[in-house]
């Protein structure tokens, strides 16, 4: 959530800021809204001021023993200001709450060095990594190359549950479980984060802390039988709500937490090519990265988390690049995102395989996630990041579509062969359910 307070004392600036997105403040409902909250919490204040000086009249008066007919007169009055307080305050808290659903409605503020533009063909292109490959042949996407090896069945799914879902077998499950023990390693041993295992359902506040609700609530599968449970869309959610209602020391901060989970979207829409193969699933594994730190450090904290999903890439010698988003392409709640885009052959186009975004207070404000800089100091809002580092099956379409042969072999790049037991080539023989060990 924004800061209510700039809203109040600056609001050109905040709609000019939110016009770089695209997005229209309803400045009328919003400003005649404040007006009459204004105007409702000086009456109550005056109300409270003259509810407190009848209460003392009426000590007065029976202190020095007036009238049973002055003390009625004077209590009725009093009994009036208490009807009139209470009618108030019922008015007063039904705006508040209409204030704070209009509140969460509002996506962040765009840092200032992020580029205007409207879509994702004004983002901007920092730098390439890699060289892209060229094949004496004919390229086959991964759905092909799934298929021919017999490890990739989207039929046998949709008997299972329906489209957009995939089944994996054998060697290309084990790719997959590989893909994700790797990431885990090297972010834990290498990059120094703390591994969190976290529930794949969570209530409706954890999804309003980080802003998935109530803006994408049509893209969240809702769990029936409860009025309050959702499948997470990605590990962010459960993740980034570990901070929530906590007040930090200093020395707790930064907290870096990976958490590998399945991931659940329901986004409806048609996505043309997107609805053939794995890119766009309802469910999909992701290995995510998450940051709780302090404001003056989360600049530095966006590019080392950033860095650290390069470092898969790098690590298994895909071919990728580095986009800062334009202000209309960033995500509601982020102030700040770089995407992460390899290449995929079989698309002969850069594809995302990781958001990296600071959302600064956002999150923070809606979560009620502080810190403190000293033991008399007064909280603060602390700022929070995030970023896949990878997305599993689209880092599993990269190596198959990148490292392709003419004969259908896929090579393994040299850091993930010891999670496949030293293997060069898939396919090659791997465990079997039958073979003794």
Not at 349 to 377: L, T, V
Not at 413 to 425: D, K, M, Q, V
């Amino acid at each position: 959530m924004i800061d209510v307070k700039l809203l109040r004392t600056d609001l050109p600036a905040v709609v000019s800021n939110l016009e770089r997105r695209g997005f229209s403040l309803d400045t009328e409902w919003y400003t005649q809204q404040e007006n009459t909250r204004k105007v409702l919490q000086i009456k109550l204040e005056d109300l409270r001021r003259q509810r407190n000086e009848g209460s003392k009249k009426v000590g007065q008066i029976k202190s020095q023993g007036a009238s049973p007919t002055d003390l009625s007169i004077h209590l009725d009055h009093l009994a009036q200001i208490d009807q009139n307080l209470e009618i108030t305050q019922k008015t007063f808290r039904t705006l508040e709450e209409a204030l704070d659903a209009f509140y969460l409605t509002v996506p962040n503020l765009i840092d200032a060095d992020v580029p205007d533009g409207m879509d994702s063909s004004q983002n901007r292109e920092l730098r390439r990594v890699g060289t892209l490959p060229h094949y004496p042949f004919t390229v086959r996407d991964h759905v092909a190359i799934g298929e021919k090896l017999g490890g990739m069945s989207f039929s046998e799914a949709s008997r299972i549950v329906g489209t957009r879902f995939v089944v994996l077998k054998g060697f290309l499950a084990q790719l997959q479980r590989a893909l994700i023990n790797f990431m885990l390693d090297i972010h834990v041993q290498e990059h120094g984060y703390e591994e969190v295992y976290v529930p794949h359902l969570v209530n409706r506040d954890s999804l309003i802390g980080t802003g998935q609700l109530p803006k994408f609530e049509s893209e969240l599968f809702k769990i029936a039988k409860s009025a309050d449970w959702y499948l997470i869309p990605t590990a962010e959610v459960p993740v980034t709500n570990l901070a929530r209602d906590r007040i930090f020391s200093r020395d707790e901060l930064p907290c870096q937490w990976v958490a590998h989970t399945p991931c659940y979207r329901s986004e409806a829409g048609s996505y043309g090519k997107d609805l053939k193969g794995m890119i766009r699933q309802h469910q999909f594994e992701k290995v995510e990265l998450v940051c709780v730190t302090t404001p003056d450090r989360s600049n530095d904290m966006l590019e080392r988390l950033t860095a650290h999903a390069e470092a898969i890439l790098a690590k298994l010698e895909l071919p990728y690049r580095i986009m800062l988003l334009c202000a209309g392409d960033t995500g509601f709640g982020s102030a700040k995102t770089y995407d992460l885009e390899v290449w995929l052959p079989g698309q002969n186009d850069y594809r995302e395989i990781s958001s990296c975004s600071n959302f600064r207070e956002f999150q923070a404000r809606r979560m009620h996630a502080r810190w403190r800089k000293g033991p008399k100091d007064k909280p603060e809002w602390v700022h929070t990041l995030n970023g896949s580092a990878l997305a599993v099956g689209r880092t599993l379409i990269a190596l198959l579509e990148n490292r392709q042969d003419e004969g259908g072999k896929i090579s393994i790049p040299e850091a993930l062969r010891p999670y496949l037991g030293g293997i060069s080539h898939l396919p090659e023989e791997l465990i079997r359910p039958n073979q003794v060990i």
